[in-house]
C-alpha cells in the first residue's frame, strides 16, 4: 500500500508543487494506515514517502503515529519506503528522517531500486532492511543474462549488509522460477495478485519448480 504517487505520472500534473507536497504526504500515511485497519490486513504495511516533503522527520512522523493508535493498527507492522524515483535533494536530510524512523522501532526500505537517481549511491549512503528491486530488473530476466549477473550482483551486496529483497512486478512464471533460484524469497506482482481499489485482492501463489 503506497503513499505516494505513481511512479509514471509527473508529480507536476498531478498537482504536487512545493506548497502541498507536505500536505499530500501526510495524508497519503494517514488514507494508507486507516484503509489497513479497515481491511484487518494481518502482515506489513509499506507507505513510500517523499523525503523532500519531510521539513521534521518528529513531527512528520507524530501524524502517522497517532493515526496507528486511532484506528487500532500496529505501528511495528508498519515500513517506511524510499522511492528511488525521486532526485535527493539533501542526503543528510534523508539519514537524520531514517534515524528517527527507525528509533521509533520502523522498518525501512528503498523502492523501485535500479531505476532512479541515486541506485548504489543512495545504497552507500544508508542501509535499510529492505530493497525492492524495480520491475525493469526482473522484466524477462529468465532469459537475460544480462539481468541474472545485475541482480545476482545487488543479491551478493544485500546479503553483505543482511538487507532483505523484494522482486517487484513479477508477471510470469518464467521470472518467477529463476528469481527463486536466484535466491529470491519474496515478491510482489500481477502473478500472484492484481491490486484492488479498497479492498484485499485474491492472491494466487504458482507451485515452484526448482529442481
Known amino acids: 500500500m503506497a503513499g505516494r504517487v505513481p511512479t509514471h505520472v509527473d508529480p507536476s500534473r498531478a498537482g504536487l508543487n512545493e506548497q502541498n507536497r507536505y500536505a499530500f504526504d501526510q495524508a497519503c500515511r494517514v488514507k494508507a494506515v486507516e484503509l489497513a485497519s479497515r481491511l484487518q490486513i494481518p502482515c506489513f504495511v509499506s507507505i513510500n514517502f517523499l523525503p523532500n516533503a519531510v521539513y ?4 512528520c512522523i507524530r501524524a502517522t503515529l ?3 493508535r486511532r484506528f487500532g493498527f500496529p505501528t511495528e507492522r508498519l515500513i ?3 522511492t528511488e524515483n525521486e532526485e535527493l535533494v539533501d542526503k543528510e536530510h534523508l ?9 521509533k522501532g520502523f522498518k525501512t526500505a528503498i523502492d523501485d531500486f535500479g531505476a532512479g537517481y541515486s541506485g548504489l549511491n543512495l545504497l552507500a549512503e544508508f542501509q535499510p532492511d529492505i530493497i525492492k528491486l524495480d520491475m525493469t530488473l526482473v522484466r524477462s530476466i529468465g532469459n537475460d543474462p544480462v539481468r541474472q549477473a545485475i541482480v545476482q550482483g545487488i ?5 553483505a549488509l543482511n538487507i532483505e529483497v523484494i522482486a517487484e ?4 512464471n518464467a521470472e518467477l522460477q529463476k528469481l527463486l533460484a536466484l535466491g529470491i524469497n519474496y515478491y510482489q506482482g500481477y502473478l500472484f495478485a492484481k491490486p484492488e481499489y479498497e479492498t484485499l485482492p485474491n492472491v494466487t501463489w504458482p507451485i515452484p519448480n526448482i529442481d
Open 80 to 82: 517506511f519506503e524510499i
Open 155 to 159: 543479491l551478493g551486496v544485500c546479503k
Open 66 to 68: 497517532e493515526a496507528a
Open 56 to 59: 521534521q522527520a518528529a513531527t
Open 95 to 103: 539519514k537524520s528522517i531514517i534515524r528517527e524512523y527507525r528509533l
Open 169 to 172: 512486478g513479477v508477471e510470469t
